[in-house]
């Protein structure tokens, strides 16, 4: 289990305001390779915002994005993600009318069919047999193999989050940044999110993931970050932050 691997993210400095209002004010993130950073904070506290800055789905008004070492501030999401950086959405965007192994090849596709590697005449294009291959791999890791041909319409709320966290794989990412992934889940679904998640994690992958549920953010994260009304709050050790009580407090809506 690698849990002090290189430094894979760095949000520095991250600001975004919107019209009067600062989403975002001078927040600082740093995730590592092997290890995940919960980022909690009452509804509007700027955390889906951040996860856009990171991510290149929003611009940023101030601040650099960094994924490994190389400054990618102002490279379109579509070429993040392809450098490894992936989001996936608060709310659910896996398209119901498609099956659930058609939702991953979207995934799959946009990595690697524009990929590098070149097709030869007469042969199978490389890039759609690597999206075939990172498709069928990601559908056996997370047990949804015998569901690949239902329509995502058919399917439970729990089971859908799951796609979305497949389509995400799907694009081979280094880092994950996750929005409210166990949201709308039962119990039993999200231990089950909460131990593929454990798992990623634990294979490598750096996690920055935004969750009210904090028992799962207590299993996941190694640090948290604590924001509120677009600022950090509190940073350090899960347990020790969880354990403060403005923190509770904060999270709680009760004063301090
Ligand atoms: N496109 C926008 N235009 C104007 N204000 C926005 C926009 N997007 C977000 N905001 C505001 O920015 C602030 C932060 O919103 P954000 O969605 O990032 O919060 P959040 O922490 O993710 O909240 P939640 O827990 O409810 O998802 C809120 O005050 C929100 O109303
Ligand atoms: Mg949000």
């Known amino acids: 289990m690698n849990r002090t691997g290189p430094v894979t993210l760095v949000g520095e ?27 909690v904070g009452p509804n509007g506290a700027g955390k889906s915002t951040l996860l856009d800055c990171l991510a290149g789905t929003q611009p940023v008004d101030g601040g650099r994005v960094l994924l490994d070492g190389a400054d990618v501030t102002d490279a379109p999401a579509d070429r993040r993600s392809r450098l ?19 939702n991953l090849r979207i995934g799959a596709e946009n990595r ?12 199978p294009d490389p890039g759609a047999v ?6 069928v791999a990601v559908l056996h890791r997370l047990g949804l ?11 439970p709320t729990g089971t859908l989050r799951l796609v979305e966290l497949g389509r995400a794989l799907c694009s081979s990412p280094t880092v994950l940044l996750l929005d409210e992934p166990a949201s709308g889940l039962d119990e039993a679904e999200t231990d089950q999110m909460r131990d ?8 490598g992958l750096a996690i920055v993931v935004v ?3 904090l028992e799962l953010v207590r299993e996941l994260a190694d640090r948290l970050l604590v924001m ?27 004063p301090a």
């Open 13 to 39: 400095g991250i600001v975004r305001r919107h019209g009067g209002l600062t989403a975002v004010d001078h927040v600082e993130v740093v995730v590592e390779a092997g290890t995940a950073v919960g980022l």
């Open 84 to 102: 490894g950086l992936v989001r996936t959405f608060q709310r659910s965007s896996v398209f119901a009318s498609l099956t659930v192994e058609e």
């Open 112 to 123: 690697h069919r524009h990929g590098l590697v070149r097709g030869i005449v007469g042969l």
């Open 130 to 135: 690597a999206a075939h291959c990172a498709v």
């Open 145 to 155: 193999g015998p569901l690949a041909h239902r329509p995502a319409s058919t399917l």
């Open 196 to 203: 593929v998640l454990v798992a990623l994690r634990d294979d």
């Open 211 to 213: 969750e009210h549920d």
């Open 228 to 254: 509120a009304g677009g600022r950090l709050v509190a940073a350090g050790p899960t347990a020790e932050v969880l354990n403060r009580d403005d923190v509770r407090a904060t999270l709680t809506g009760a």
